[in-house]
């Protein structure tokens, strides 16, 4: 049977389910964590100590914890970062109910969430793979589909879920998360066991990061598929520290208006979610890749010239559909090229490189504004992307792409784990 007829697992539906769940809880506390800040604050470093703990687990510990989650079961993981989360959440929100909350308790609090989404993010990216036998057809529809639930939930249903669920009280979107996380945690332990690779030679924690760092910068299709979102976060963010006051300024849009701005960008999202597996099928994978990173920057262009609303919500809306394809086709193809006991090491760095560009893109954004105009960051990061298209369209050609999935094939078929590639602290270049 081709790969193109042949079902998801049953299994995929529960991690679907579980990773639904999950992201609607993300995107409650996304919207309301901030908000339970500003009841305590009106600092704004104090309030972006709060934003920022939560990315710096990346940050510290991205490549380690790649490499701990190749040691360990990653179901096992997954369950257990869940069930960690849920009962963290319990704690500010025993301390709301006690008025007791702080700032530092909130940062604190988010920086072990992102802890525990570093784990349980690079987890799951592992054990996708094992589970539909790195099959890159059913990779991508199993990514479209996880990547169109995790949009919904996080981006549409779950931050006014939030803003409401506070109304109630500040312990309310705090444990409607915990109860998210624990379902998830559930779910996932019904998910079926996979074998866990183990490298031949036992080396220390550091040597093992370090070769898959490593195997991801060594490896020029592997390097390409992380320089699109790393170049990309710098880009975005450079956009999304400046939107707001863009809008208000450039294009005349009140809070309301700013929100429905928002949602076009994120129902473009979901749009090339849902179409990126009829994009790889047409075009090629490589192909593909190349012109969603294109059309990603003309939209913010055309974005950066918009005289009106009009323009520029459907410029988003396409900004949004290239970004949601690219988030399906770019991972997919890893998780079917890259060998079983390396995926948690290649995945995380590929995920650090794009969390370490993004302040380097909010300084940029700010910097560019103050200095020249507030359309300058905006330009400055359609260049950015276009030149990035430019520079990486060969790294993520259709035919370093093929060429990447005989060998994964070769090794080791698409209906078996992926064998050991020849040496931890190499990876070969397809060309």
């Known amino acids: 049977m081709t790969s193109s007829a042949r079902k998801l697992p049953i299994g995929f539906g529960r991690l679907w389910t579980a990773q639904t769940i999950s992201s609607l809880g993300d995107g409650i506390t996304h919207a309301a964590l901030p908000l339970i800040a500003l009841t305590l604050t009106r600092d704004p470093m104090a309030l972006a100590v709060v934003t920022a703990a939560g990315t710096l687990p990346w940050l510290l510990f991205g490549v ?45 609090v988010a920086f072990l969430l992102g802890l525990g989404g570093l784990f349980f993010d690079t987890a799951a990216t ?30 549409f249903a779950g931050p006014p879920a939030g803003s409401a ?9 705090l444990l409607t998360d915990a109860v998210s996380f624990m379902l998830s945690a559930l779910l996932v332990r019904t998910l079926p066991a996979m074998p866990r690779p183990v490298p031949e030679v036992r080396e220390s924690l550091i040597r093992q990061a370090r070769a898959g760092a490593s195997y991801v910068f060594r490896d020029r299709l592997l390097l390409g598929l992380a320089l699109r979102p790393a170049v990309g ?40 979610a849902g179409i990126a597996s009829y994009l790889g099928r047409r075009l090629g994978t490589g192909t593909a890749l190349t012109c969603t990173a294109a059309l990603e920057g003309l939209a913010i262009l055309a974005l950066a010239a918009a005289p009106n609303p009009y323009v520029a919500g459907p410029a988003l809306a396409v900004c949004g559909a290239g970004m949601g394809a690219t988030m399906v086709l770019g991972p997919s193809l890893r998780q079917a090229i890259v ?26 954004g700010g910097w560019l504004a103050t200095t020249y105009d507030i359309r300058t960051p905006l330009y400055a990061a359609a260049g950015l992307l276009l030149a990035m298209t ?5 790294m993520t050609s259709n035919r370093r ?24 602290e190499s990876a070969p270049d397809p060309l």
């Open 64 to 108: 380690l914890g790649g490499a701990l989650v190749d040691r360990w079961d990653r179901r096992r993981t997954m369950w257990v970062a869940d069930t960690a989360r849920a009962v963290l959440l319990a704690i500010p929100a025993a301390a709301a109910v006690l008025d007791v909350l702080s700032i530092p308790l909130l940062a604190a």
């Open 165 to 173: 669920l506070l109304a109630l009280g500040r312990a309310v979107p």
């Open 233 to 272: 976060n710098i880009a975005f963010l450079a956009v999304e520290t400046v939107l707001a006051l863009f809008a208000h300024d450039r294009l005349g849009i009140d809070t309301y208006g700013f929100g429905l701005l928002l949602t076009a960008e994120a129902t473009g999202g979901l749009l090339g």
């Open 390 to 394: 430019a520079v990486t369209a060969s």
């Open 126 to 155: 592992a054990y996708l793979p094992d589970l539909l036998q790195r099959d890159p057809t059913l990779l991508e529809r199993a990514n479209s589909r996880l990547r169109g639930a995790q949009t919904a939930m996080s981006g």
């Open 401 to 424: 792409v093929e060429a990447a999935l005989r060998a994964a094939a070769a090794a080791g078929g698409p209906d078996r784990p992926a064998a050991k590639a020849p040496a931890e």
């Open 339 to 364: 060998p079983a006991h390396l995926m948690g090491r290649v995945a995380s760095t590929s995920r650090m490189l794009a969390m370490c560009a993004a302040p380097i893109g909010a300084f940029l």
